[in-house]
């Protein structure tokens, strides 16, 4: 797979615990692109709703979602690359945040490599005991969507970076 002609903006995609945040920062930071948290966009609701242990529903997520939306619009209208995570867990949220430059990078593992990671972090407010609730709304990207899974767990998230890279045909600015 290659990249858009124009400047690209990177969806860095997956359940919660699956390294969106690590991988995308790596990212960001070799590629010398902006980088934007999804998780930071969400409304304060959201956020309390999934610490309290509730998944969230799809109503909850379209005003998340158009803020995401709204992130690489811009960038794409400034001809600026850029990497921001989203779970981006349905095709039906993907096709609310696709453009021609976007380019979806899921990131894919085992139910047992992604909860153990999750519960070995405590710097985030989505609990592990959501995972099996991400693990099922989650419909991989399929034909037709401008995408690459990379599958995470057993090496370091630097690695799994440099393989999107490379996937990609992209040159990193920083090594």
């Given amino acids: 797979m290659s990249v858009p002609e124009q400047p690209p903006v990177l969806v860095v995609m997956g359940v919660s615990g699956s390294g969106k945040s690590t991988v995308a920062g790596l990212l960001a930071g070799r590629l010398g692109w902006d980088l934007e948290e999804g998780d930071d966009l969400h409304p304060d609701s959201n956020v309390e709703k999934m610490a309290a242990g509730h998944p969230l529903t799809d109503e909850d997520r379209w005003p998340w979602l158009d803020t995401v939306a709204s992130w690489i619009q811009e ?88 393989e999107i890279i490379d996937r990609l045909g992209l040159v990193a600015a920083v090594s």
């Avoid at 779970?87 to 894919?108: C, M, T, W």
């Avoid at 070995?120 to 099922?136: E, K, Y």
């Avoid at 995408?147 to 970076?161: D, F």
Wanted: with cysteine; aromatic share 4%.
């Fill in 75 to 162: 960038h794409t209208l400034a001809g600026r690359p850029g990497v921001i995570t989203c779970s981006a867990l349905k095709r039906i949220y993907r096709d609310r945040l696709r453009g021609e430059n976007v380019v979806f990078v899921h990131l894919s593992g085992s139910r047992e490599q992604i909860g153990r990671r999750m519960t070995a972090r405590t710097d985030h407010f989505m609990p592990a005991a959501l995972l099996d609730s991400q693990i099922s709304t989650l419909e991989p990207p399929g034909p037709g969507e401008r995408s690459l899974t990379v599958e995470v767990g057993g090496r370091k998230p630097a690695q799994e970076a440099d």
